[in-house]
């Protein structure tokens, strides 16, 4: 009977009371600080990505942040592709609802905004 007691606590302790080591604390979106890691990360994707279609976060699923000589964000979100030509100006972008146009992907991004240059850098990008 001590053995599965032991386990149960054992199972506890792995799932229930996980510390995160690395020193993330959880964020809210709306956050000022995390809305500008969204839109840096999302500027680089859009900078970088070969469509010529904007992309823009449709949902936001989890934020995580920590201070490190600056503050360093994880970013987990769900991409769409937009209506919006990369050369238009056009503040309203809606994003395709028809199937054939529409392109949706989770993202994580990893951002870091130096404390002493106050520079923005995507340190990592990963679509899927």
């Known amino acids: 009977m001590w053995k599965l007691a ?21 964020m809210k979106a709306n956050d000022q600080g995390v809305q ?51 050369d238009s100006m056009d503040p309203v972008c809606p994003v395709f609802t028809d199937p054939i146009w529409k392109m949706t992907y989770r993202c994580t991004f990893v951002v870091y905004n130096s404390a002493w240059s106050q520079r923005w850098m995507l340190l990592e990008k990963k679509c899927n």
């Open 6 to 26: 032991f386990l149960l606590l054992a199972a506890l302790f792995a799932v229930g009371f996980s510390v995160d080591t690395e020193g993330f604390v959880e």
């Open 36 to 86: 500008t890691a969204l839109k840096f990360a999302m500027d680089e994707y859009n900078k970088a990505s070969r469509d010529i279609y904007f992309f823009t976060v449709v949902k936001v699923i989890r934020v995580q942040r920590k201070f490190q000589d600056g503050y360093k964000y994880i970013l987990t979100v769900m991409i769409e592709r937009t209506e919006c030509i990369k």
